[in-house]
């Protein structure tokens, strides 16, 4: 089934950028100093971005992070110990340990690759605010700074804290936990870095959607979300019915119905690089 799109095209390449910059330096080391400090060269960066996703696997506890994490983990040390010569590896005299960690390697693509195509490893903030559009009918006043109280919902702590481990986990939402409330900010594919890598980042000038122990909703969306649609939906519905779209998750996700969200999720068939 076909959605009208709301939101604006993404053209970003943040996600593209490590690859970028590590091919770059990998041919600069090439041309200046050879293969042999080429190949050491990108196996450093690699094993940098492998530490950048062992972080993210202890913030979101999300089983494609620790995956990719050993995957780069493996692919560094495959680097570190193979045979160079100055055309490049040497694959006629891989050692046992080279041909162990390549077996490795391959194992864990092949698993990242079913993990992408399966939309596990995409961030569905971008969904979530599709989502929230589809019942705005008007465009009658645009964006305004305030929070917008959408109403109270009955749920017990213990609901409130494993919905926010399920949003977590699956990559729908981040929540971010004060003394007596939840806030949960939808976060867009490319989009996720400076959420996982900031330390204590302050999350309030973000789209949230916050929960209190009381049952109390409340929604604010960032001008930087609001401007990312097509046309200028009105702010009050808007904030409304994205209230209203956590509200009817929490409520599947009470009633054991959690895969529903899910599938209402994926059923917009997003790009998994978007």
Not at 42 to 71: G, P, W
Not at 149 to 178: C, H, M, V, W
């Amino acid at each position: 089934m076909y959605h009208r799109r709301n939101l604006k095209t993404d053209n970003s390449i943040t996600g593209l950028l490590p690859a970028l910059i590590s091919l770059a330096l990998f041919i600069i080391s090439n041309i200046f100093w050879g293969f042999h400090v080429g190949f050491r060269v990108l196996a450093v960066m690699i094993a940098i971005y492998s530490l950048f996703q062992f972080r993210a696997y202890h913030r979101v506890r999300n089983l494609t992070y620790l995956v990719s994490a050993i995957y780069l983990s493996t692919f560094a040390l495959f680097l570190i110990f193979a045979p160079i010569t100055k055309s490049g590896l040497d694959k006629n005299n891989f050692t046992s340990l080279n041909k162990f960690l390549g077996f490795i390697m391959l194992s864990l693509l092949v698993w990242l690759v079913y993990l992408m195509f399966t939309r596990k490893v995409k961030w569905k903030g971008r969904e979530v605010f599709e989502l929230a559009a589809m019942s705005v009918k008007d465009a009658s006043n645009g964006f305004t700074e305030r929070p917008y109280p959408t109403g109270k919902i009955n749920y017990s702590r213990r609901d409130l804290f494993d919905f926010a481990s399920f949003l977590r986990y699956n990559q729908i939402a981040l929540p971010f936990y004060e003394e007596n409330k939840i806030a949960f900010v939808p976060i867009k594919m490319g989009q996720e870095f400076k959420f996982l890598y900031t330390n204590n980042f302050d999350y309030k000038d973000s789209s949230w959607v916050l929960f209190d122990y009381e049952g109390n909703v409340t929604v604010h969306i960032s001008k930087k979300d609001y401007l990312d649609y097509k046309e200028n939906l009105s702010f009050d519905q808007l904030c409304e019915s994205m209230g209203n779209l956590f509200k009817e998750f929490l409520e599947l996700f009470i009633k054991g119905e959690e895969v529903r969200i899910i599938d209402r999720l994926d059923s917009l068939k997003i790009s998994i690089f978007n």
